[in-house]
């Protein structure tokens, strides 16, 4: 009897053990994948201030010091809707790669619901936003009118630049257009009238 006292008892360390050892193994499992999934998403707005922000400043190769001359010098001008961004890095810089959904064209060899590809300068990488004198790249969801040239290049094929890095770039938000950070007066806009676009 007291064998058999023992012997159940036994049983039920042991089974206590290799239970709580699978429970603590199994809850491991769930926070290195919780841990991965959170590493890996790429920040929302409300998350920015949580990661490191670098700022690059240089000198573009076109400047434009009015709307007229964005105009005149764009193959491309529309309006889109960013499907997905996904950031990258290519010898030392990171670049955004955008999925934009056409919305309206102005100007340009396009066609209205296609979808076309915008390459930026910055982007998201191991927890740190890389800017450009100060102008954060494409989210998912955003609504721009954009100044676009065919992209030459070995970082992305088949892709569009925005004319002057950034100041071809207006958000739409709510109704009113965001100008680009460090454009001169002349591109500084708050409507699509402002833009004049036919």
């Known amino acids: 009897m007291k064998k058999n006292r023992q012997f159940i008892l036994s049983t039920l360390i042991v089974g206590f053990l290799f239970g709580g050892g699978y429970l603590f193994l199994d809850s ?7 841990a991965y999934d959170q590493t ?10 949580t990661i490191k922000k670098v700022d690059v400043s240089g000198e573009v190769v076109e400047d434009f010091d009015s709307i007229q001359k964005l105009n005149e010098s764009a193959e491309v001008i529309a309006k889109v809707e960013i499907n997905v961004s996904e950031s990258f890095q290519y010898k030392n810089v990171v670049f955004t790669l955008s999925d934009a959904k056409v919305k309206q064209v ?3 060899d396009v066609e209205p619901e296609n979808v076309i590809k915008i390459l930026e300068t910055g982007g998201y990488k191991d927890g740190t936003e890389y800017t450009f004198e100060g102008n954060e790249v494409f989210e998912t969801g955003e609504k721009a009118y954009v100044y676009l040239e065919k992209y030459e290049g070995p970082v992305a094929k088949d892709a569009y630049v925005i004319k002057g890095v950034y100041q071809g770039k207006f958000l739409e938000e709510e109704g009113e257009l965001l100008s680009p950070n460090g454009v001169a007066k002349g591109l500084q ?6 833009l004049q676009l036919n």
């Open 106 to 108: 102005y100007k340009g």
């Open 189 to 194: 806009v708050n409507s699509e009238r402002q």
């Open 40 to 49: 890996s998403h790429k920040p929302a707005k409300s998350d920015k201030q």
């Open 28 to 34: 491991y499992k769930i926070q290195t994948i919780r």
